[in-house]
């Protein structure tokens, strides 16, 4: 859900280069409002220290949640990232002692307070949901996709390891691993670096509010990087974590966690939202591999607000 675009509207009306923004071609549909406004404020903010930590990671959230519903509908992607450059160019002009801005981050103070102050919150998308809490729980996860498959019930996601002080990790967790032990873990998403437009292997079918549940864009398969554009990051730790029941007396089993490395999970928020990634457990000598899928989806919204 994008969080109402009424508090912003204000910067928009003030900041130097506002007409800029509001051609009828830009705006065609609420969440190009959104994007440049959300875009614009978090450039002010950047600029004039308008927010603390957690209404500026929302904020961030709210703009990355805007963008994705344009892609998600078919809006090409660098129309998508015109209409944000826009946004940021009125934010970073600014003039940080403006009574004008600092009424137009009280406005944005009372809108986005509420989404700052939650404590959990799913992302949907259109075969997965990541679930992100603002506080860990027993089992570690702070945003998390149930990837359940071949190798059995797994997860995967941003996590806080047993005794690592508060430490996040991009890790693969697999309940109960009985009989599996991969030789090794690769992580395969597009390489954004080389490649930084999205190249699928299948068509991606515009999303419409009156569009049924499922269909084409159901197939993370087809949603895949094309094998020319991927980068691989192979798992750099692997940990068996033993069976444990937790304060309220629920029985966990042993995991199995491989850990990737620290720039996977910015590499992760980088996707494009339709985009999915691969997981490929490569079995060793006598032992039962795997490939697992995630959806991308909310990955960047969802980290930016609970994975800080």
Do not use: K
């Not at 892609?71 to 002009?93: K, N, P, Q």
């Amino acid at each position: 859900m994008i969080a109402r675009l009424s508090p912003l509207r204000p910067l928009l009306l003030v900041v130097l280069a506002a007409p800029l923004l509001v051609t009828p071609r830009a705006f065609a549909v609420p969440a190009d409002t959104a994007l440049a406004e959300r875009s614009a404020l978090v450039a002010a903010d950047r600029r004039c220290a308008l927010f603390g930590d957690r209404l500026s990671a929302a904020l961030v959230a709210a703009a990355l949640q805007a963008r994705g519903a344009l892609l998600r509908a078919g809006r090409a992607e660098h129309e998508v990232d015109a209409i944000a450059a826009r946004g940021r160019t009125i934010g970073e002009r600014a003039v940080c002692s403006d009574p004008s801005i600092q009424e137009a981050a009280r406005r944005a103070q009372s809108g986005f307070d509420g989404l700052a102050r939650m404590q959990a919150m799913t992302f949907p998308g259109t075969v997965r949901a990541w679930e992100a809490r603002r506080m860990a729980y027993a089992d570690g996860w702070r945003v998390v996709q149930d990837i359940s498959g071949s190798v059995g019930t797994a997860r995967f996601g941003l996590r806080e390891a047993p005794g690592s002080g508060g430490v996040r990790q991009l890790v693969l967790v697999i309940d109960d691993p009985r009989g599996l032990a991969p030789a090794s873990v690769r992580l395969q998403m597009r390489d954004t670096d080389r490649h930084p437009r999205a190249v699928m292997r299948g068509v991606w079918r515009p999303v419409v509010a009156t569009a049924p549940a499922g269909g084409a864009n159901t197939d993370l398969e087809a949603r895949l990087a094309v094998a020319s554009a991927t980068r691989t990051w192979f798992a750099a730790a692997r940990t068996l974590e033993p069976a444990f029941t937790d304060r309220a007396r629920r029985p966990h089993p042993a995991r199995l966690v491989f850990a990737f490395p620290a720039d996977a999970a910015g590499a992760l928020a980088r996707l494009d939202p339709r985009e999915a990634v691969e997981i490929v457990l490569d079995p060793a000598p006598g032992g039962r591999g795997g490939r697992l899928l995630v959806e991308v989806g909310d990955f960047a919204p969802a980290a930016a607000l609970f994975g800080r």
